[in-house]
């Protein structure tokens, strides 16, 4: 029998050890993960904020390693919850259950290979040169530098960490002095592997209770068939409506004509003069052919395209077969084996890219393809640069029949339920509806709102089994500390023109200016696009006396910071405000939503997405277009409310969310505000909040 306390006890010890109070919330979430981690049965947790999340998972996380002596993989989305944890919540914590566990529970952050130095890559001289034509000289200067501080500091750190480094260096230097997982010789090939960072990194991973990752690491751990995380039965992902977008990302592949460029020249010497022009010029016809087109969807494959693509296949395998494979020191030294290295890992990853988009277009019937090809026209500097990529169409199957089918799953977020369930962002993870959960149905055989691959290769380059094993879970909310009702107005501006494409309304305007008057400044703006944000910054500070930040005018996080310690600032931006500030008390009471977020009509991924759902008989624009908007404005209220004193508005500036059909499964999304369409109550409401001292 065990002797270790049960979870709840362990919550209470801990709690108090930390200074803080017991929350129902906490308590309910921290007996479900526990539960759980008991029947092997998957768990998805909607934890609002102040609910102490963190707490409720690592706690029967602990209990379960310590017992059991098997280590738990937290996963987050984010850096910055990756600090939290390893700097203050998981230190603390294990200071606190020493007593009670009779030892101190071990913990670790994991990265991927390339955000560790490469020792054999610095010490070998085997860092490319970049290419002269696409940088300017200011660029080279800096590089420079920036890999010669990069070498001395090799003696100085002790984990080779890329965030351990103050200050940081650019994405190009860093890429001189790391390798990604493909290029590295492996410990068995080099002969830097006892001193290895990223060896080290893991080794001591291998050895503690908990291990701190990242969704892409865990994505490529699963679908791998070497280990890269430490053996394990529990993995809990943080931060999991972010889920499916990293590893969309991960799966993600591009071709350019500046990439071909920079492959052939990473094989440098390694290949003859005519094998090397032989690539450069099948890369550079592919970008001539990508110049002429528009950025769009590609449902076919254009007129000229399958003879290049062919072409540059035939080319990128011709000269990795001119390389040959890989030879281990005692044959070369390491200085060639890691060219070698280097260069085939770049030719079978741009070959490997080539074959993916030509396979894609094999399957006639475009509902049922499992990739979306597109062309982009991405901005570099003053250049545009046309760049073919593609992307899975769902990550569904993948994470159902590989993360899923290894470990027991704890998701859990401050927004998992959209339109009052957990069933959009179980679809998306490959997760059997609630509906048909609920009713006995059977597991893992509810249909995919997106087709998934049967058979056969994935995106990822791995095979996925026909048929689906049983899955079982469970969805609990946790609900929240807030009174929202009596600490939070919802106040959408039913009367103000639908939101256009052009510039904001003369009337949005002049409402966004008398909600921000109103409030004293104390403004969270937050906007679908860059150019609105700039739009309304540049139009608001002419016509309030408070200080007005626009994203873009310094970094992010120095922003914040102003906006924080100001509490008549305002700070207006995009995207990354939407979901990443946390800013309690009086700076912020006021939150604007300039329109609903629903995603770019011309967004190929989406789009496609939404057309396959339709295909297979489903609401396209419900499942895809209103399910992304839903989940962006959960998280953009989400900005008013940071701790139970906090009082405040959200205010929607697009009628659409009172007068759509749509309207009410978009609000069923949103906290229980006390709701209105009464512009007057609100701005004396604000005024009120305005008058009240702090400090």
Request: glycine content about 8%; some cysteine.
């Given at each position: 029998?065990?002797?270790?306390?049960?979870?709840?006890?362990?919550?209470?010890?801990?709690?108090?050890?930390?200074?803080?109070?017991?929350?129902?919330?906490?308590?309910?979430?921290?007996?479900?993960?526990?539960?759980?981690?008991?029947?092997?049965?998957?768990?998805?947790?909607?934890?609002g904020?102040?609910?102490?999340?963190?707490?409720?998972?690592?706690i029967?996380?602990?209990?379960?390693?310590?017992?059991?002596?098997?280590?738990?993989?937290?996963?987050?989305?984010?850096?910055?919850?990756?600090?939290?944890?390893?700097?203050?919540?998981?230190?603390?914590?294990?200071?606190a259950?020493?007593?009670?566990?009779?030892?101190?529970?071990?913990?670790?952050?994991?990265?991927?290979?390339?955000?560790?130095?490469?020792?054999?890559?610095?010490?070998?001289?085997?860092?490319?040169?970049?290419?002269?034509?696409?940088?300017?000289a200011?660029?080279?200067?800096?590089?420079?530098?920036?890999?010669?501080?990069?070498?001395?500091?090799?003696?100085?750190?002790?984990?080779g960490?890329?965030?351990?480094?103050?200050?940081?260096?650019?994405?190009?230097?860093w890429?001189?002095?790391s390798?990604?997982?493909?290029e590295?010789?492996?410990?068995?090939?080099?002969?830097?592997?006892?001193?290895?960072?990223?060896?080290?990194?893991?080794?001591?991973?291998?050895?503690?209770?908990?291990?701190?990752?990242n969704?892409?690491?865990?994505?490529?751990?699963?679908?791998?068939?070497?280990?890269?995380?430490?053996?394990?039965?529990?993995?809990?992902?943080?931060?999991?409506?972010?889920?499916?977008?990293?590893?969309?990302?991960?799966?993600?592949?591009?071709?350019?004509?500046?990439?071909?460029t920079?492959?052939a020249?990473?094989c440098?010497?390694?290949?003859?003069d005519?094998?090397s022009?032989?690539?450069?010029?099948?890369?550079?016809?592919?970008?001539?052919?990508?110049?002429?087109?528009?950025?769009?969807e590609?449902?076919?494959?254009?007129?000229?395209?399958?003879?290049?693509?062919?072409?540059?296949?035939?080319?990128?395998?011709?000269?990795?077969n001119?390389?040959?494979?890989?030879?281990?020191?005692g044959?070369?030294?390491?200085?060639?084996?890691?060219?070698?290295?280097?260069?085939?890992?770049?030719?079978?990853?741009?070959?490997?890219?080539v074959?993916?988009?030509?396979?894609?277009?094999?399957?006639?019937?475009?509902?049922?393809?499992?990739?979306?090809?597109?062309?982009?026209?991405?901005?570099?500097?003053?250049d545009?640069?046309?760049?073919?990529?593609?992307?899975?169409?769902?990550?569904?199957?993948?994470?159902?029949?590989?993360?899923?089918?290894?470990?027991?799953?704890?998701?859990?977020?401050?927004?998992?339920?959209?339109?009052?369930?957990?069933?959009?962002?179980?679809?998306?993870?490959?997760?059997?509806?609630?509906?048909?959960r609920?009713?006995?149905?059977?597991?893992?055989?509810?249909?995919?709102?997106?087709p998934?691959?049967?058979?056969?290769?994935?995106?990822?380059?791995?095979?996925?089994?026909?048929?689906?094993?049983p899955?079982?879970?469970?969805?609990?909310?946790?609900g929240?500390?807030?009174?929202?009702?009596?600490?939070?107005?919802?106040?959408?501006?039913?009367?103000?023109?639908?939101?256009g494409?052009?510039?904001?309304?003369?009337?949005?305007?002049?409402?966004?200016?008398?909600?921000v008057?109103?409030?004293?400044?104390?403004?969270?703006?937050?906007?679908?696009?860059?150019?609105?944000?700039?739009?309304?910054?540049?139009?608001?500070?002419?016509?309030?006396?408070?200080p007005?930040?626009?994203?873009?005018?310094?970094?992010?996080?120095?922003?914040?910071r102003k906006?924080?310690?100001?509490p008549?600032?305002?700070?207006?931006?995009?995207?990354?405000l939407?979901?990443?500030?946390?800013v309690?008390?009086?700076?912020?009471?006021?939150?604007?939503?300039?329109?609903?977020?629903?995603?770019?009509?011309?967004?190929?991924?989406?789009t496609?997405?939404?057309?396959?759902?339709?295909?297979?008989?489903?609401?396209?624009?419900l499942?895809?277009a209103?399910?992304?908007?839903?989940?962006?404005?959960?998280?953009?209220?989400?900005?008013?409310l940071?701790?139970?004193?906090?009082?405040?508005?959200?205010?929607?500036?697009?009628?659409?969310?009172?007068?759509?059909?749509?309207?009410?499964?978009?609000?069923?999304?949103?906290?229980?505000?006390?709701?209105?369409?009464?512009?007057?109550?609100?701005r004396?409401?604000?005024?009120?909040?305005?008058?009240?001292p702090?400090?």
């Open positions: 029998m065990s002797t270790t306390p049960p979870v709840t006890a362990l919550l209470d010890s801990a709690v108090t050890a930390l200074g803080g109070s017991r929350r129902d919330g906490q308590v309910r979430m921290a007996t479900a993960v526990a539960h759980a981690i008991d029947t092997g049965e998957h768990l998805a947790v909607q934890a904020t102040g609910t102490g999340k963190s707490l409720a998972y690592l029967p996380a602990i209990r379960h390693a310590t017992e059991s002596g098997k280590t738990v993989v937290i996963s987050t989305a984010t850096i910055a919850l990756q600090r939290q944890l390893i700097e203050r919540d998981l230190p603390r914590l294990a200071a259950l020493r007593e009670p566990l009779h030892r101190e529970p071990t913990f670790a952050i994991l990265k991927g290979r390339g955000n560790y130095l490469c020792l054999n890559k610095i010490h070998s001289g085997t860092a490319e040169e970049p290419a002269t034509e696409l940088f300017d200011f660029e080279l200067s800096r590089t420079g530098r920036e890999v010669t501080r990069l070498r001395e500091w090799t003696s100085d750190t002790e984990t960490d890329r965030d351990d480094l103050t200050p940081g260096v650019s994405d190009r230097s890429r001189q002095v390798v990604t997982a493909r590295c010789l492996g410990a068995a090939n080099c002969s830097y592997a006892d001193d290895c960072f990223a060896e080290r990194s893991r080794r001591a991973a291998g050895q503690v209770d908990v291990v701190v990752t969704h892409a690491l865990l994505a490529i751990d699963a679908m791998s068939p070497a280990s890269i995380l430490p053996e394990h039965d529990v993995v809990v992902i943080d931060e999991a409506h972010e889920l499916v977008d990293r590893i969309t990302s991960v799966s993600t592949a591009e071709l350019s004509a500046a990439s071909i920079l492959v020249r990473r440098g010497k390694l290949l003859d005519e094998i022009d032989a690539v450069l010029g099948a890369g550079e016809q592919l970008g001539d052919v990508l110049a002429e087109m528009p950025a769009r590609w449902t076919r494959l254009p007129s000229g395209i399958p003879e290049t693509l062919a072409m540059l296949r035939d080319r990128l395998w011709q000269a990795r001119a390389i040959g494979p890989v030879r281990t020191p044959s070369g030294g390491d200085d060639s084996a890691a060219a070698r290295s280097a260069a085939l890992t770049s030719l079978e990853e741009t070959h490997d890219t074959v993916r988009v030509i396979g894609n277009f094999d399957q006639p019937d475009e509902s049922k393809r499992h990739d979306v090809v597109w062309v982009a026209h991405d901005r570099v500097g003053n545009t640069r046309p760049i073919l990529r593609i992307a899975p169409l769902s990550v569904g199957g993948l994470l159902r029949s590989t993360l899923f089918a290894q470990a027991t799953i704890v998701l859990t977020s401050a927004t998992l339920t959209i339109g009052g369930n957990f069933d959009a962002l179980a679809a998306t993870w490959g997760l059997p509806s609630a509906r048909r609920d009713a006995g149905g059977a597991e893992g055989t509810d249909p995919d709102p997106l998934e691959p049967d058979i056969g290769t994935t995106a990822t380059g791995l095979t996925t089994p026909s048929d689906r094993a899955v079982r879970w469970s969805g609990l909310d946790a929240s500390p807030f009174d929202y009702p009596k600490s939070a107005i919802l106040y959408v501006a039913r009367h103000l023109p639908r939101p494409r052009d510039a904001i309304a003369p009337a949005t305007m002049d409402e966004l200016a008398g909600l008057d109103a409030a004293g400044g104390r403004t969270l703006g937050l906007f679908s696009s860059m150019r609105a944000a700039k739009e309304a910054a540049e139009a608001i500070r002419t016509r309030i006396d408070h007005v930040l626009c994203q873009g005018d310094d970094a992010t996080s120095a922003l914040v906006f924080a310690d100001d008549q600032t305002c700070l207006f931006g995009t995207l990354s939407w979901q990443g500030v946390d309690p008390g009086p700076s912020c009471t006021l939150v604007v939503i300039d329109r609903i977020p629903f995603p770019r009509p011309d967004d190929p991924l989406l496609a997405r939404q057309r396959a759902v339709e295909a297979r008989g489903g609401n396209g624009f499942t895809i209103a399910n992304h908007a839903a989940l962006l404005l959960a998280q953009g209220a989400g900005r008013l940071r701790s139970t004193s906090d009082r405040g508005v959200v205010a929607v500036l697009d009628s659409r969310l009172a007068t759509a059909g749509y309207g009410g499964y978009l609000l069923a999304s949103l906290p229980p505000f006390w709701r209105t369409t009464d512009g007057d109550l609100v004396s409401a604000l005024g009120r909040l305005a008058e009240i702090y400090g």
